[in-house]
């Protein structure tokens, strides 16, 4: 199981550092994607991390603010958001895709993603 913590309220410009811990799983062999749903919007992936971090991806709403990064040793993936905007106000979830060493193509299909944790709520002021 995946646990995404660290949401808030924060104004507009400013950060928030989301980590994605595991629990029962070693998230090691695992690529993990970072997902948000924001009111009455379709869930859209926002960042991904290959097993080791040596490839990532972000979706282009977030690319040069979001930084995806992960620590294998303490289990866990992090997502560094910067420059928020009101837009980014969402549920932000994470998941770990179904299969070892392995990216689904393309990398923010939600069907190719499993050990959804429960989301945390990040809401941005203007």
């Known amino acids: 199981q995946l646990q995404a913590s660290g949401g808030g309220l924060v104004q507009a410009g400013g950060s928030l550092r989301l980590p994605c811990a595991a629990s029962g799983f070693t998230l090691g062999p695992y690529a993990i994607g970072w997902f948000r749903q924001a009111p009455g919007k379709e869930r859209e992936g926002v960042s991904c991390i290959s097993w080791r971090g040596g490839t990532v991806y972000y979706a282009g709403s977030v690319e040069g603010r979001f930084t995806i990064s992960r620590d294998n040793a303490k289990n866990t993936v992090y997502l560094e958001m910067d420059s928020l905007k009101p837009e980014d106000t969402a549920l932000y979830y994470c998941?770990?895709?179904?299969?070892?060493?392995?990216?689904?193509?393309?990398?923010?299909?939600?069907?190719?993603?499993?050990?959804w944790g429960q989301g945390t709520l990040v809401t941005v002021s203007s």
């Open positions: 998941a770990s895709v179904r299969e070892r060493l392995w990216i689904p193509s393309p990398w923010n299909n939600a069907w190719e993603y499993d050990s």
